[in-house]
T-cell receptor, first 114, second 109 residues
Framework: DSGVTQTPKHLITATGQRVTLRCSPR?????VYWYQQSLDQGLQFLIH???????AKGNILERFSAQQFPDLHSELNLSSLELGDSALYFC?????????????FGSGTRLTVV | GENVEQHPSTLSVQEGDSAVIKCTYS??????FPWYKQELGKGPQLIID?????GEKKDQRIAVTLNKTAKHFSLHITETQPEDSAVYFC????????FGTGTRLLVSP
């Protein structure tokens, strides 16, 4: 157990639907990063929050949004889902506001859009 | 932005052999270089990292070397074991980590 909790582990939904992925960071960590991992693809950075504030955005689609709450858990909202959104979504947490102290990853949410 | 290239994409070795995975980065300001191991069905796990003020770091059977002039860093695994079979990712960055595309390592008994 890495200390980073992601729920749900698996999600199957239909095209056009909306889903919410949840991440609880490791105790004491203030940063949450979201990454997308498609089949045979690397880890694509989506968005970074630090202590409730958005710090950086990557290749995140306009249909996707995220937020970090006062208790530091984060949610990634994916709407108007398309088949191509099927992927593993990972969150990672870090004590720092930058990535150069390393991350601890959760076990991911596998999203399947049918 | 930062770009990381990782080679090879797949690597098959016999148990007991050494394995080397290399990454090349583009941003000369990068100063942190971690390696992650991802086993099937799990999230990536940090196995070793190095900062730019160090040329080499070892932890038992794994080591990372960094050549800042050439902007590349490598993961070395000695005396490989079947449980080393996994996908390995290199990364670098400051605000956030950018990762290579991964190397699938298969260690055959």
């Amino acid at each position: 157990d890495s200390g980073v909790t992601q729920t749900p582990k698996h999600l199957i939904t239909a095209t056009g639907q909306r889903v919410t992925l949840r991440c609880s960071p490791r105790s004491g960590d203030l940063s949450v990063y979201w990454y997308q991992q498609s089949l045979d693809q690397g880890l694509q950075f989506l968005i970074h929050y630090y202590n409730g504030e958005e710090r950086a955005k990557g290749n995140i689609l306009e249909r996707f949004s995220a937020q970090q709450f006062p208790d530091l858990h984060s949610e990634l909202n994916l709407s108007s889902l398309e088949l191509g959104d099927s992927a593993l979504y990972f969150c990672a947490s870090s004590v720092a506001g930058t990535g150069d102290y390393g991350y601890t990853f959760g076990s991911g949410t596998r999203l399947t859009v049918v | 932005g930062e770009n990381v290239e990782q080679h090879p994409s797949t690597l098959s070795v016999q148990e007991g052999d050494s394995a080397v995975i290399k990454c090349t980065y583009s941003d000369s300001a990068s100063n942190y270089f971690p390696w992650y191991k991802q086993e099937l069905g799990k999230g990536p796990q940090l196995i070793i990292d190095i900062r730019s003020n160090v040329g080499e770091k070892k932890d038992q059977r794994i080591a990372v070397t960094l050549n800042k002039t050439a902007k590349h860093f490598s993961l070395h695994i000695t005396e490989t074991q079947p449980e080393d079979s996994a996908v390995y990712f290199c990364g670098t960055g400051f605000q956030k980590l950018v990762f290579g595309t991964g190397t699938r390592l298969l260690v055959s008994p």
